[in-house]
């Protein structure tokens, strides 16, 4: 069965910190991985996806399957990077093709 | 992406009734999905919803419990029957686009059952 782990449940840092937010799976296929984030007030939406390699707000995540991490970084933090956060993995078959595994989210709390 | 929305934004039902919560999607999709998230927990798939044959369930949802239509494809309904206060949740739809399996939800229809 598939499996996401974040394993800090709350995280704080200081403005201009560099952070870290720490995701592990477990998948049997080749894993496809999310970063969600949800704001205060506003629905869940869509921040990284590993196939892209690409940074948004700063955010980078390297995909290491040795170690099946999926770890979201920044390495300068805003105030408004302040939300909760979600590692997520995609069935990429079989009958709950697209299903989305999500961890239990960590909550980053960015102070002044 | 797509733009989804959610009708009603929130509820608060009595036990033993049921409650119905639309999902619209600006634009057609192939694959739409039901999630709930329990107060203080992460989210969970209740089912596919597929258009125009029945949805399909993850264990320990049933049919029963949450019939969804889907019409089309910028449409479905989750209808959660027969409540009890441990059916208090968050209830969101997402849409998967087909680019990379990238999902978007909705904006959650949070249900109190007294």
């Known amino acids: 069965a598939q499996r996401v782990t974040q394993p800090e449940k709350l995280l704080s840092v200081f403005k201009g910190a560099p952070v870290e937010l720490k995701c592990n799976y477990s998948y049997s296929g080749s894993p496809e991985l999310f970063w969600y984030v949800q704001y205060s007030r506003q629905r869940l939406q869509l921040l990284l996806r590993?196939?892209s390699r690409e940074s948004i707000k700063g955010f980078t995540a390297d995909l290491n399957k040795g170690e099946t991490s999926f770890h979201l970084k920044k390495p300068f933090a805003q105030e408004e990077d302040s939300a909760m956060y979600y590692c997520a993995l995609v069935n990429a078959g079989g009958t709950s093709y697209g299903k989305l595994t999500f961890g239990q989210g960590t909550i980053l709390t960015v102070h002044p | 992406s797509a733009v989804i929305s959610q009708k009603p934004s929130r509820d608060i039902c009595q036990r033993g009734t049921s409650l119905t919560i639309q999902c619209q999607v600006d634009?057609?999709?192939?694959?739409m999905f039901w999630y709930r998230q329990q107060p203080g927990q992460s989210l969970t798939l209740i089912a596919t919803?597929?258009?125009?044959?029945?949805?399909?369930?993850e264990s320990g949802f049933v049919i029963d419990k949450f019939p969804i239509s889907r019409p089309n494809l910028t449409f479905s309904t989750l209808t959660v029957s027969n409540m009890s206060p441990e059916d208090s949740s968050i209830y969101l739809c997402?849409?998967?686009?087909?680019?990379?399996?990238?999902?978007?939800f909705g904006p959650g229809t949070r249900l109190t059952v007294t």
């Open positions: 634009s057609q999709v192939t694959m």
């Open positions: 919803a597929n258009q125009g044959s029945e949805a399909t369930y």
């Open positions: 590993h196939i």
């Open positions: 997402s849409v998967m686009t087909g680019i990379s399996y990238e999902q978007y």
